[in-house]
């Protein structure tokens, strides 16, 4: 069965450094997103992207974020400066093009320590 | 205002019982789904069960029902004869067509099978 993939599972980075996060999204799915869950809070959003744009960002996705599709498989989320309150766990989700009852599935995240 | 909300923190139910977890949303849209997925210990997001705001239905999975109530504004999780494995916390999310079809999330609840 197809899955998303994420890669690392887990990061240890200092402050200030810059990270970049990396998913693989199910082969045929458009529509790409980032979820960020801080430790014991819910799922928030982060970013939503389609047709190598960015269609939505929340306020958390400042301009220390960018995402991008680098190639026809792969969909990063970076960093550039972290800062400790950046240590959550990252999810990338991938959903196709059915409409509202379209499943979103969501990899199995990169937990991120920033020290 | 929050858009999902769940009020039990943590539930703790016998092997082989039902449990029902609680799940309140509030939208204007029409047209919206609603979700529920599973974060065992290990953190990946697994995804369990679909309603559409027009499903006349319940949706079924397995072991797992979800129990719509439009007028309510509610759609609760069942989970039948539970085994062990479902300990776990377990999410509610809504995806709004007016909300860019991201994922909004309850803040989760903890369940914890008792042998």
């Known amino acids: 069965e197809p899955e998303v993939t994420q890669t690392p599972s887990h990061q240890v980075t200092q402050m200030g450094q810059e990270v970049i996060l990396r998913c693989v999204p199910i082969s045929n799915h458009l529509y790409f997103y980032w979820y960020r869950q801080i430790l014991g809070q819910k799922v928030e959003f982060l970013v939503s992207f389609y047709n190598n744009e960015i269609s939505e960002k929340s306020e958390i996705f400042d301009d220390q974020f960018s995402v991008e599709r680098p190639d026809g498989s792969n969909f990063t989320l970076k960093i550039r400066s972290t800062k400790l309150e950046d240590s959550a766990m990252y999810f990338c989700?991938?959903?196709?093009?059915?409409?509202?009852?379209?499943?979103?599935?969501f990899g199995p995240g990169t937990r991120l320590l920033v020290l | 205002a929050q858009k999902i909300t769940q009020t039990q923190p943590g539930m703790f139910v016998q092997e082989k019982e039902a449990v029902t977890l609680d799940c309140t949303y509030d939208t204007s849209d029409q047209s919206y789904g609603l979700f529920w997925y599973k974060q065992p210990s290990s953190g990946e997001m697994i995804f369990l069960i679909y309603?559409?705001?027009?499903?006349?239905q319940n949706a079924t999975e397995g072991r797992y029902s979800l129990n719509f109530q439009k007028a309510r504004k509610s759609a609760n999780l069942v989970i039948s004869a539970s085994q062990l494995g479902d300990s776990a916390m377990y999410f509610c999310a809504m995806r709004e067509r007016s909300n860019d079809y991201k994922l909004s999330f309850g803040a989760g609840t903890t369940v914890t099978v008792r042998a």
């Open positions: 309603q559409g705001s027009y499903d006349e």
């Open positions: 989700a991938s959903r196709g093009d059915r409409g509202l009852e379209e499943t979103q599935y």
